[in-house]
């Protein structure tokens, strides 16, 4: 499996990916799934990838010199919309050429992207794009964007990350974010690619892989566990006085067989009589 | 959907259940979904379900006075291994009843089970029941397990609990697995019901039904998230210059077409003409 996050905040983007994929658990590889398209001064985007590792290798592959049917590349769109749709084109090519015969070895055309950037003259946009080449783009409300296994990382980012947050403590998120996917997920896996970009700079403003030995990522990992245990420990245990609940559980009733208090041997009865029984 | 989570401690056993279901967003409702099966002094059980309601309702109607092949029925078995078995052999007895008459609507029949408790004369044990009525129980090393929407809640536990974590803990740590599955799932709601059992009792040691009135699980809500920003906002700020990386991103070459430093238009060729020229 996989875990990217993208976000789009005030003040540029931050792309997240892992890099292991697997088929099977013999077959466990690194790939990296964060790719960049840039052309210093004019544009620079990121396309993240989950799913299917030869599918998103071939839309990758492809997306580089496609022209869409507006007659554009990514390398040529005015803007990052227009981007977005010719990389829906480029899945859907993809989808033409291969579904069918993955179909026959019942294997279902599972892709999904993240694809952000800026183009010159427009501001940073994000989109996620679906198997299907349709997408949606994020806004003030849904700043962010998870692919592959998404869930165990989310709550950190719901809590945390808003438009205004800074692109150092956004990035910072997104580690602690990875810190626990990783911790619950075997599938997800070191190293990790980071690429944070600054509104208006049309090129990579940083970018570090991040492996076992990077020190900020290890002081992350332990310290954001350590802490976590001590406000843990810091909030007050249940007061169950405190929670006076004149709810009961839904108690089964005990059956008319059973003696309250003592375990009563049931009838001898078979599977077959119970339901012969059952169906009178 | 569900958010079920049951832990099994050195001390005894913690049950915490959402009350949400679903069958489509104009469909939702609250169902209770922890179910005891009790005989003070003699046994105390647990059921939480997770999947499709009809199916876990009609599980835990049969399983009330189910007798197994074994001539036994939770309410009479030796130990808690049996009574899962039993529980096992239930699960499958509905599943001849309904499995064919749902797939004739396309539906799943798709049930999850989390059973656990102690019959005097042995200890705590923990189970979790799948659709084809196998299990597996709990042990030191995997010491809860989860049904229904269990990621964004997993990485709190396997952070905080281990068999020696006390009842009070436990029940806390649970809490917090919930909020967080709350806040990042729309589809788990309040209000919950948490059982606590203290090994040997033989009854229900503490319950309670956890909605949003509840003060302490109010001040879990509050503080928690206000602890966790704390705690973010005091871990440093990535140090890019701390973190030399060699490597580069994944950038895809520029396409000849393309003029570096600025978009130059690629020829105009609809998508039929990339095709025939790509296929030559």
């Not at 438009?163 to 990035?171: H, K, M, Q």
């Not at 600054?198 to 350590?226: C, H, P």
């Not at 609940?245 to 009838?267: C, F, H, I």
């Amino acid at each position: 499996m996989t875990y990217c996050v993208g976000m789009r905040l005030d003040a540029g983007l931050v792309f997240l990916s892992d890099s292991r994929t697997n088929a099977g658990v013999d077959q466990i590889g690194t790939f990296r799934k964060l790719n960049v398209f840039e052309n210093p001064g004019d544009r620079m985007m990121v396309m993240m990838t989950a799913g299917n590792l030869s599918i998103s290798q071939s839309i990758r592959q492809l997306v580089n010199d496609f022209t869409g049917s507006s007659g554009h590349s990514i390398r040529t769109a005015p803007n990052m919309y227009e981007a977005a749709r010719i990389m829906g084109e480029a899945v859907r090519t993809v989808h033409e050429r291969e579904a069918k015969a993955l179909a026959d070895f019942g294997i279902e055309f599972n892709v999904s992207i993240i694809f952000g950037g800026q183009v010159r003259g427009e501001r940073c946009r994000l989109f996620q794009i679906y198997s299907a080449g349709n997408f949606i783009e994020s806004h003030s409300e849904n700043t962010y964007f998870q692919i592959g296994e998404a869930k165990y990382g989310k709550p950190i980012i719901d809590r945390v990350v808003t438009p205004a947050t800074s692109l150092d403590e956004a990035a910072k998120c997104a580690l602690i974010s990875m810190d626990s996917t990783l911790r619950s997920n075997i599938s997800v896996g070191l190293p990790l690619d980071l690429l944070v970009y600054e509104n208006n700079s049309l090129a990579v403003t940083r970018f570090v892989t991040v492996d076992e030995k990077n020190q900020y990522f290890q002081m992350i990992r332990s310290t954001w566990g350590q802490q976590l245990k001590t406000i843990f420990e810091g909030i007050e245990a249940p007061q169950w006085d405190a929670m006076p609940s004149p709810a009961q559980p839904v108690r089964m009733p005990l059956p008319d067989t059973v003696t309250p208090g003592s375990a009563s041997p049931a009838p001898l009865q078979s599977v077959a009589q119970q339901f012969a029984s059952r169906q009178q």
